[in-house]
């Protein structure tokens, strides 16, 4: 009997000391298992590209000057980048379409994508960089839009796409969210403004009325090009 009241003793000072411990030194256990983050290879560059951006901005005239004429030729090495770029964007939109159906996004990715895809349809004219007619002193020449015999397939074509993406923007795109978006990259968004109208300024010859124009206006839409990427993925993460 003695020893079952000695167990009894030590069990119940066991117990109060336990008790006591708990209550004044409490120990929280975290029993929930983290798992691994996957960071976005996106994120990091999105950090960096608003400083890179600044800076290929300011360095657009000089690069007009340095360049050579046929850096800014159709199918020349400018133009080859914007529709690397403009491929990427739609590889990419299709990535992020297949992997974020479950978070209520695919309208959004398939505006993104199709965005891309109106963007280089119109860089690559539409097929007719392939259709080289002759090679001039001033760069190649192609064959006319209405010179091609399926020009009216491809009008309908353009109009469905362009409908498309105007009926996915308006599905899948806040405007509140967008103008959120702009108002906190401001900076970006002047950036992107302007160098969309040194690409009309270019296109039209108002520049410095000589091959540069041209120069300058390719320049000028891979900014925009890339600016679009940007945008985009920003409104993602916003």
Known sequence: ???????????EMCIRDRFMSQFFFPVTQNTSKKE???KDPTTSASSFWPRAAILYFFVLFP???LL???FAWENGPIEMGQNMILLTGIIWSIYHYTQETHLHRPSYWLFAASFFLLLFGREISWGRIFLLKEMTET?????SMKDLPYHRVIDGAIGLLSAAVIHLFYQSVNVQKTLHCLKKNRLMFLLTVLAAILALMGDKGQLFHDFRDETMEELSELFVYLQVFFFIHQYRIA
């Open 1 to 11: 009997a003695y020893e079952i009241c000695a167990c009894l003793v030590g069990s």
């Open 36 to 38: 691994p983050v996957m």
């Open 63 to 65: 690069l007009s000057f």
């Open 68 to 70: 050579p004429g046929p």
């Open 139 to 143: 760069g190649p020449v192609f064959w």
